[in-house]
């Protein structure tokens, strides 16, 4: 795999080796560092931005080769364009500096500019944005293939005023980052490597930071009554796990909040069958738990203080001779029938048997699921906006917020007794599907007949977590959605 870059965080000094990016707005005043590298080769940096008609906009670069005056490899000018930079201003930033540097052994990232110092946390989210933007799923491309040339990580050395702070509160963000490519990671894998037992075996692997983590098989599953999802695996020769993740960094006797994700490490659709064209993407298909086994890794690896559990159905959705039927009524865990009509409508299935589990055994002070559930919601919101569904107006609010502040955005959509009544079945108590309008809509009515009372938010990440338009921070097909904006969400609403 493509080495993470190493990061290192330095007072603000004139660099001599290497590659030095500096920060330029549109007024093409350059800070205290720049000027002095710009005295040194006798205004070659003011030259080169007057012969390149360079106008500093946000993210735009200028490379400078070999300047004179100092032993630098380059002189790379990043644009910061003219107005007051935002958290997700400063992430890109960094995707926009790492694209620069990608392939070099060594950088020096000025965080100065000419109108004052830029703050710790800035400086963090910069790092942040390198980091998101260095990450490349290569593992499977060979060495005599098409695999970049392997070579030594970029040693990148973040200079700012407050260095200190700065490293200290990437030590926070670094962790948030992992969390996010490991849920990268475990989207961009193919099925045929990360089966529901492999998956469990990673959520397992988060007892190495603190975690405690128990799986559920089989058997356990039936014990359960976890019919629901039972019926979605059944056509598959690989079985079904539950994982559940639970950390206690909050007060003793706190009731946990609760992360919920959908698992299908393969969606053919099962009987109801998908069409070839695309069906390679429902390897993906697991982006909900990717996400919250992403946020377990940060939440824990951070340390936050409240107490949380993680939660993933994991099952293979098949067509076999073993396979559910359209037709077919199961009985979930709540004691509700489930007329099966369409038995790509899996996803539902799965949450609603995990969702009366974790509501019943932990009684959380709220749910939230995380589920690439309808092609819907990429109709509704495409790849720019998660589609949420709530029964709380405050949790939606505090979504939007940190939507906001992390850009990873949601949008809500509604829910009313009306969407309800479009999933009652004539043979059981409901059915899976609501017919052709409102699929999003319905999808998530489903899920509330399983949160009785509980705070819940349903987050439909369809559009968001996979085959996401490539930006400064991501380059791969697997984005991470949803790590970032829970631990946002955890960090300013939950924790003690
Ligand atoms: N996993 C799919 C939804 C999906 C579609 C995710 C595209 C990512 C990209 C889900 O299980 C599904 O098949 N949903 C059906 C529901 C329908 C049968 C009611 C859909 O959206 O078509
Ligand atoms: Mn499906
Ligand atoms: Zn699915």
């Known amino acids: 795999m493509t080495q993470s870059p190493v990061f290192n965080f330095h007072p603000l000094t004139a660099p001599k080796k290497g590659n030095a990016v500096l920060l330029i707005g549109k007024d093409l005043e350059l800070g205290s560092i720049g000027r002095t590298l710009d005295e040194a080769s006798d205004g070659a940096v003011g030259r080169a ?140 894998e193919p099925a045929n490597v990360l089966g529901p037992e492999e998956f469990a075996a990673k959520a397992k692997a988060l007892e190495e930071l603190g975690a405690e983590v128990e799986i559920l098989e089989q058997a356990e599953l039936e014990a359960q009554d976890m019919w629901a999802l039972l019926g979605v695996a059944q056509g598959s ?119 009366t589990y974790i509501k019943e055994t932990y009684e959380p002070r709220f749910m939230i699921d995380l589920a690439t559930l309808t092609g819907a919601v990429l109709v509704a919101l495409g790849n720019q906006n998660a589609g949420i569904f709530s029964n709380s107006d405050e949790m939606c609010a505090q979504l939007s917020s940190a939507g906001e502040a992390t850009g990873e955005t949601v949008w809500r959509l509604p829910l009313s007794k009306e969407y309800d009544k479009m999933i009652d079945s004539t043979f059981a ?9 409102a699929g999003s809509i319905t999808a998530a009515q489903f899920l509330k007949r399983f949160v009785g009372e509980t705070d819940w938010v349903h987050i439909d990440v369809a559009g968001t977590a996979m085959g996401s338009p490539k930006n400064e921070i991501n380059q791969s097909w697997a ?8 631990d946002r969400l955890v960090a300013d609403n939950y924790e003690a």
Do not use: C
Request: glycine share 12%; charged share 25%; aromatic share 6%.
């Open 49 to 188: 931005i007057k012969a390149a008609d360079f106008k500093g906009e946000l993210n735009k670069t200028l490379v400078l080769l070999a300047p004179s005056g100092s032993e630098l490899d380059r002189i790379i000018l990043l644009g910061i364009g003219d107005d007051e930079l935002s958290e997700t201003d400063w992430l890109h930033l960094g995707g926009a500096a790492m694209a620069a540097v990608k392939g070099f052994e060594k950088a020096s990232l000025i965080l100065d500019l000419a109108k004052g110092d830029v703050s710790a946390a800035s400086a963090s989210l910069f790092t942040m944005g390198m980091k998101l933007r260095a990450y490349d799923f290569d593992k499977y491309k060979t060495e005599k293939g098409k695999k970049p040339e392997e070579k030594p990580a970029l040693s990148a050395v973040i200079q700012v005023a407050e260095y200190e702070a700065a490293q200290e509160a990437w030590q926070r963000d670094a962790v948030v980052s992992d969390g996010t490519l490991l849920a990268r990671d475990l989207v961009n």
């Open 237 to 355: 020769v690989r079985g079904p796990r539950v994982a559940v993740i639970k950390w206690n960094g909050g007060k003793e006797g706190d009731a946990p909040i609760a992360f919920i994700g959908k698992g299908v490490v393969f969606d053919t659709g099962g009987i109801s069958i998908k069409p070839a064209g695309g069906m390679e993407d429902m390897k993906g298909d697991m982006g909900g738990a990717a996400a919250v086994t992403g946020l377990m890794h940060a939440l824990v690896a951070r340390k936050a203080k409240v107490n949380v559990i993680g939660a993933i159905g994991l099952v293979e959705n098949m067509p076999d001779g073993n396979a559910q039927r359209p037709g077919d009524i199961v009985t979930s865990k709540s004691g509700q029938t489930i007329e099966v009509i369409n038995t790509d409508a899996e996803g539902r299935l799965v949450l609603a048997d995990v969702l």
């Open 429 to 437: 108590d409901m059915k899976n599907t609501g017919g052709r309008w």
């Open 479 to 486: 984005s991470g959605y949803g790590v970032r904006l829970l």
